[in-house]
């Protein structure tokens, strides 16, 4: 079945600075990636998306890539805010589920 | 905006007792899931929901879980008897016609087992 790797699990960057994840799958049928941001104790919300026929898309502060062929998907997070600290999960879709990456903790130092 | 919502927030109960979590999906959606969260841990999937029907589980989703829509605006998981280790946050997620992979996450049940 799929697998998602995800680095790193922690992540501290100055606000203002740039914040970038990384994951890698394993499932070449995935073909359908999203994003999840999490603040402790509540819901995991979708906060950008990508699907397999788009090598690219941006959303104001935050863009996310994918390479097919490497099966390698990022995240990226420009000009930081305190309210980007949270969770971050990655995740491909091969199917009906979504398969998590275990998640980096974004921290934003002032 | 509308939103997926679940009752309780917040469940405690004894081990080999029977549990109902409940879901309200967003109201024109047609697939629905479960997922749990282990504390500290990542969300995994147990199960989606179409037509009526199961459409795919995961090893977690044992003989001690089901999933039923009652109505047309529940969608609810029991765990028929409690382990130690079923204690998670279990998120219900819903996605609509015509965007069936964007799915969205309700504010989950922690379920404590004691």
């Known amino acids: 079945g799929e697998n998602v790797e995800q680095h790193p699990s922690t992540l501290s960057v100055q606000e203002g600075d740039s914040a970038v994840i990384k994951c890698t799958y394993s499932d070449s049928a995935s073909n359908y990636f999203p994003w999840y941001k999490q603040e402790l104790g509540k819901r995991p919300q979708l906060i950008i998306d990508i699907r397999s026929n788009v090598g690219e898309k941006k959303d104001q502060r935050i863009a996310v890539t994918l390479n097919k062929t490497a099966k390698h998907f990022s995240l990226h997070i420009t000009e930081t805010q305190p309210e980007d600290s949270a969770v971050y999960f990655c995740?491909?879709?091969?199917?009906?589920?979504?398969?998590f990456g275990k998640g980096t903790r974004l921290h934003i130092l002032p | 905006e509308p939103e997926v919502t679940q009752t309780p927030s917040h469940q405690v109960t004894q081990m080999g007792q029977e549990v109902i979590l409940r879901c309200v999906p967003i109201s024109n959606h047609l697939y629905f899931y479960w997922y749990r969260q282990i504390l500290g841990q990542k969300v995994e999937f147990l199960v989606s929901?179409?037509?009526?029907?199961?459409?795919?589980k995961s090893e977690i989703f044992d003989d001690q879980f089901s999933v039923e829509r009652p109505d047309g605006s529940n969608f609810t998981l029991k765990i028929r008897s409690t382990k130690l280790e079923d204690s998670a946050m279990y998120f219900c997620?819903?996605?609509?016609?015509?965007?069936?992979?964007?799915?969205?996450f309700g504010p989950g049940t922690r379920l404590t087992v004691t």
């Open positions: 995740a491909a879709s091969p199917d009906d589920k979504i398969i």
């Open positions: 929901f179409y037509n009526n029907e199961i459409s795919e």
């Open positions: 997620a819903s996605s609509g016609p015509g965007r069936k992979y964007e799915q969205y």
